[in-house]
């Protein structure tokens, strides 16, 4: 259980962390999750105690952390980059936390080795860290840092500087590691795919404050700001509104609330497609966009796109379907 | 030939007054293209290389090594064997090993200092490390001799001893392991030494067993470089040290010596290539580790 407690964090003029209040149950694994800048890093190098917070607690299991140096919380951390020992083989990597424990030899081999099985790097023990891909060297990082068998692990963008189809895998791949060793972890990303994935709770941070926190469904479905809606997906503004492009029903004619619009293009993505609407009153804009003139996205299935049959340039009406939304659309009709 | 046409387009639109004709650039086409491989000089670059660094480095070292043998081998040996030139040798290696030894550990501590704390005044600092290196050697001698000499305004007379000689020789050689710890420090991954300290090392483990470790063939290759250094140095020590034989003369003074004051070129060649043997012997030790270090970084 690691419970923060009204944490503030300033560099200077800039207020990093602005009183945050987060509890994280034991055995869960949280994904703190904001775009660069939020805090979500800097939050994490507290629990920590890589910084120091300007005020506030961090408690970890019970005890008072705040003022105790990292290598006394019994923490694992993960790095981006990482932070492999270059200069020591993967066995050595892994064993540091163990011989500086003082461990007894053979319980250091056997508890390595068996590391190393665990995340798949058996038989690279003599190997150093220059000599693995990214994805081994984050792995042989996990490793090291479970070794020391930690109370909580803590990971920063592990899955930053690997390439899209490897961060899958090993995003995949801790969950089920996490399913096994029910360490409590808190993982930083800034990808909400990776967060929706892998998380069982979901603390959304924006500007060194936490919008939103809860089960990632919660979230999604309700989430308190535009800001946290805007960031748990793809959105697109119509009128007043957000609207998630699987919410958008696309139709041939005139009905109740749907405005005019007009095809600029259709994407086929496999057993979606993408449809990109220009409004005719040009009150909508797709908000993951820096631009205000990008147009509205719909998404509809297959079967839909081709019983309407559209082609840039057609014109439709597009509203947004009834009862989608949980926290202020009527839930009642949905069902 | 595309890119080369887009270059033509692109220059005839830059006149107001271009002609409305085809944007035909003859001059830049007709320009011949290389067919050097990138990055390569082709046999020319290595001809020239090949003899400017027999005309500059090896041809005078072969001189030097085939003027000490011209009384034949024996000779030689009676020369380098000689109890004086033992004795300056003896003196050379052992008062440069101490200085390379200080300074692996003060360049390393500065360089530490200079990379990870801040204070005011720290890039003139960084700038003063090198003035050693840059200022002519007999002026590092009379700026030591103005200190620490006869006349020494805080009462420290060192002139004469052996003490000048390594004071002498750190002066000289304080830039190299400074410069050569400096950037391998700036570029020491940070996180590797959170990541220790999250693992549960002190301070001090984690320095000696996660940044010591990485700086230390860069500590080891200033240091040697400071050592070959000092082996030849002359300038700096010929003023203080009073080249005492038997006390404070080292290899290179008693070179000089023999060549001007004996008017011995023939020794004094032999005495030479004595030094040059230890000089290339410690250049080809940093080679070695240097590679060694290479192979897992």
């Known amino acids: ?335 | 030939m595309s890119p080369s046409l887009a270059t033509d387009n692109g220059l005839s639109e830059v006149p107001p007054a271009s002609p409305a004709g085809p944007p035909g650039c003859s001059r830049l086409r007709a320009r011949p293209h290389r067919r050097a491989r990138a990055g390569g000089t082709g046999p020319l670059g290595t001809g020239v290389v090949t003899i400017w660094l027999s005309l500059i480095v090896l041809l005078p070292l072969a001189a030097v090594t085939a003027k000490s043998f011209d009384d034949g081998a024996g000779r030689f040996w009676d020369v380098v064997t000689q109890r004086q030139a033992v004795n300056a040798l003896i003196f050379t290696l052992v008062v440069s090993l101490l200085a390379a030894a200080i300074n692996a550990v003060m360049g390393t501590l500065v360089a530490w200092v200079l990379v990870r704390d801040d204070f005011r005044g720290k890039s003139a600092v960084n700038a003063l490390i090198d003035l050693p290196f840059a200022l002519p050697t007999i002026v590092a001698g009379l700026t030591l001799i103005a200190l620490y000499g006869k006349n020494s305004p805080v009462g420290i007379d060192v002139t004469y001893t052996r003490t000048a000689v390594l004071l002498a020789l750190m002066f000289v050689t304080l830039p190299f392991v400074v410069r050569s710890v400096q950037p391998v420090l700036l570029e020491l991954d940070r996180e590797m030494e959170e990541a220790s300290t999250s693992l549960g090392a002190s301070p001090g483990q984690t320095f000696r067993r996660i940044v010591l470790p990485n700086l230390r063939p860069a500590i080891l290759s200033g240091a040697a470089l400071s050592f070959a250094r000092a082996v030849g140095e002359f300038g700096s020590i010929v003023l203080i040290s009073g080249n005492v034989p038997f006390k404070t003369e080292v290899s290179a003074v008693y070179i000089f010596k023999l060549q001007e004051s004996s008017d011995n070129p023939i020794s004094a060649s032999a005495v030479s290539v004595v030094l040059l043997g230890v000089s290339l012997l410690v250049l080809i030790g940093i080679r070695v580790f240097e590679r060694r270090g290479d192979q897992r970084a």
Do not use: C
């Not at chain 1, 801790?174 to 990303?189: G, P, S």
């Open chain 1, 1 to 335: 259980m690691i419970t923060v407690e009204n944490v503030d964090k300033h560099y200077g003029d800039f207020h990093a962390l602005k009183g945050i209040d987060l509890e994280i149950a034991s055995g869960s694994l949280t994904a703190l999750l904001g775009p660069s800048g939020s805090g979500k890093s800097t939050l994490l190098r507290v629990i920590a105690g890589l910084e120091v917070p300007t005020s506030g607690r961090v408690v970890l299991d019970g005890r008072d952390v705040t003022n105790l140096a990292p290598q006394q919380r019994g923490i694992g951390f993960v790095f981006q980059h990482y932070a492999a020992f270059k200069h020591m083989t993967v066995r050595d990597n892994v064993a540091f936390g163990l011989k500086i424990r003082k461990k007894p030899k053979a319980e250091i081999k056997e508890k390595t080795d068996e590391l190393l099985r665990v995340v798949g790097l058996d038989g690279y023990q003599q190997r150093y860290p220059s000599q693995l891909s990214g994805g081994q060297r984050q792995r042989m990082a996990l490793a090291r840092a479970l070794a020391i068998e930690p109370a909580v692990l803590l990971l920063d963008e592990p899955f930053g500087a690997l390439d899209a189809q490897v961060r899958a895998e090993l995003r995949t791949w801790l969950r089920r590691l996490h399913d096994e060793v029910h360490v409590t972890t808190v993982l930083v990303t800034h990808d909400q795919e990776e967060a929706l994935d892998v998380a069982d709770t979901i603390a959304v941070m924006d500007a060194g404050e936490i919008a939103q926190s809860g089960k990632p469904r919660d979230l999604y479905d309700a989430p308190s700001s535009d800001f946290v809606m805007s960031f748990l997906g793809p959105v697109s503004r119509l009128g007043e509104g957000l609207v998630r492009p699987h919410d958008l029903e696309v139709l041939l004619e005139a009905r109740d609330g749907a405005r005019e619009a007009q095809v600029v293009r259709v994407v086929h993505l496999g057993f979606e497609v993408r449809v990109e609407l220009l409004l005719a009153d040009g009150n909508g804009t797709s908000a993951d966009g820096v631009g205000a003139s990008e147009p509205v996205v719909a998404q509809i299935t297959r079967a839909e796109a081709a019983a309407l049959e559209l082609s840039a340039g057609d014109i439709v009406w597009v509203r947004e379907q009834l009862g989608t939304r949980g926290a202020d659309g009527p839930k009642a009709a949905a069902a």
